[in-house]
């Protein structure tokens, strides 16, 4: 199995796991980076939203700094958030994001969600989808108008590649009828509760490639969507510990091997040094056909990442 895939376009090599930057403390982002570059990682995932964007970029300079690795050698993503869908406002929050993370171009820019809410300056500390007044203002502003600002912003040689996350099919069906630039990637949740054959089929039959988030399942979230509260944790599943078992493995490094051999790109995040490097060790064993047929018929549908009240604090069945 190869360590990396091609992105259609570019012919960019994107790692299959990556390092991501979700749910990090702000004071403790810029070691954790730097740590995980040092350990091996070379992609690695992160947004606006995440609140510490400027701690990532210490991280990765200290990385470059000290020797450990050139930039060319980094593959960086970042995400625009939904309140700079308007065309204008796309360059506005990229350049934010360049300055933050302290970089010339970003190898790969998503778009965040497939919808707008009301601008916020994307130098406010707490992006999100509230404005100013913490009120859910949905904005008309359709998604070709935020893909060709985003197409710009290759063209101008700020991004390499760019892409979409969240996006169900019958929205990549309605970008790829304008598109002058196809999506290198869409970034999903994804892992055996929710594996989405379906869509990841039809998606990389488009030779457009998949990330998964949130490979570990409930885990990895504070709060839950009620309707899937009930779901035993996927991390400690009995499926999960017996292949893990048979391989020598821990739970973790079966979860993301899943989804890794299948050519999908995996993003973990762990703050511990060792967590992190056996994360990365997905390349010197190889789950059989029935490993993955017994994980595969985990799958129950159950999404974690759900816009409900009790996560987002909004009901937006975006999925649906």
Same mark, same amino acid.
């Given at each position: 199995?190869?360590?990396? &895939?091609?992105?259609?376009?570019?012919?960019?090599?994107?790692?299959?796991?990556?390092? @991501?930057?979700?749910?990090?403390?702000?004071?403790?982002?810029?070691?954790?980076?730097?740590?995980?570059?040092?350990?091996?990682?070379?992609?690695?995932?992160?947004?606006?939203?995440?609140?510490?964007?400027?701690?990532?970029?210490?991280?990765?300079?200290?990385?470059?700094?000290?020797?450990?690795?050139?930039?060319?050698?980094?593959?960086?993503?970042?995400?625009?958030?939904?309140?700079?869908?308007?065309?204008?406002?796309?360059?506005?929050?990229? *350049?934010?994001?360049?300055? =933050?993370?302290?970089?010339?171009?970003?190898?790969?820019?998503?778009?965040?969600?497939?919808?707008?809410?009301?601008?916020?300056?994307?130098?406010?500390?707490?992006?999100?989808?509230?404005?100013?007044?913490?009120?859910?203002?949905?904005?008309?502003?359709?998604?070709?108008?935020?893909?060709?600002?985003?197409?710009?912003?290759? *063209?101008?040689?700020?991004?390499?590649?760019?892409?979409?996350?969240?996006?169900?099919?019958?929205?990549?069906?309605?970008?790829?009828?304008?598109?002058?630039?196809?999506?290198?990637?869409?970034?999903?949740?994804?892992?055996?509760?929710?594996?989405?054959?379906?869509?990841? =089929?039809?998606?990389?039959?488009? @030779?457009?490639?998949?990330?998964?988030?949130?490979?570990?399942? =409930?885990?990895?979230?504070?709060?839950?969507?009620?309707?899937?509260?009930?779901?035993?944790? &996927?991390?400690?599943?009995?499926?999960?510990?017996?292949?893990?078992?048979?391989? =020598?493995? +821990?739970?973790?490094?079966?979860?993301?091997?899943?989804?890794?051999?299948?050519?999908?790109?995996?993003?973990?995040?762990?703050?511990?040094?060792?967590?992190?490097?056996?994360?990365?060790? &997905?390349?010197?064993?190889?789950?059989?056909?029935?490993?993955?047929?017994?994980?595969?018929?985990?799958?129950?549908?159950?999404?974690? +990442?759900?816009?409900?009240? +009790?996560?987002?604090?909004?009901? &937006?069945?975006?999925?649906?």
């Amino acid at each position: 199995m190869s360590e990396f &895939l091609n992105l259609n376009r570019t012919g960019d090599k994107i790692p299959l796991v990556g390092f @991501g930057t979700a749910r990090i403390a702000q004071e403790d982002t810029a070691d954790v980076v730097y740590t995980a570059i040092k350990s091996g990682y070379r992609l690695i995932d992160g947004a606006l939203l995440y609140k510490n964007e400027t701690e990532v970029g210490h991280g990765i300079k200290r990385a470059i700094d000290e020797g450990i690795v050139k930039r060319e050698e980094l593959f960086v993503i970042s995400k625009l958030w939904t309140s700079f869908h308007k065309k204008d406002d796309v360059r506005r929050s990229f *350049d934010v994001t360049l300055k =933050n993370l302290g970089l010339d171009y970003i190898d790969l820019y998503l778009m965040h969600f497939p919808f707008a809410t009301e601008y916020v300056d994307p130098r406010h500390p707490n992006p999100g989808f509230f404005n100013k007044d913490n009120k859910f203002v949905l904005q008309r502003i359709p998604v070709h108008e935020t893909w060709r600002a985003m197409e710009i912003l290759v *063209d101008a040689g700020l991004v390499r590649n760019i892409g979409i996350s969240n996006f169900n099919v019958q929205s990549v069906l309605d970008l790829l009828t304008y598109a002058r630039i196809t999506p290198a990637v869409l970034e999903i949740e994804l892992h055996p509760y929710l594996w989405q054959e379906r869509l990841v =089929n039809w998606v990389k039959s488009q @030779g457009i490639e998949i990330i998964a988030y949130a490979s570990f399942g =409930n885990t990895v979230f504070d709060a839950v969507p009620p309707a899937t509260a009930h779901v035993p944790s &996927l991390m400690t599943h009995p499926t999960v510990a017996k292949i893990a078992q048979k391989h =020598n493995r +821990n739970n973790g490094q079966i979860l993301l091997s899943f989804a890794a051999q299948q050519n999908i790109i995996v993003i973990p995040k762990s703050v511990q040094e060792s967590r992190m490097k056996t994360n990365l060790d &997905l390349f010197s064993y190889k789950l059989d056909a029935d490993d993955i047929e017994q994980l595969k018929s985990l799958n129950i549908n159950a999404r974690f +990442n759900d816009l409900v009240p +009790n996560t987002f604090g909004l009901e &937006l069945p975006i999925f649906e």
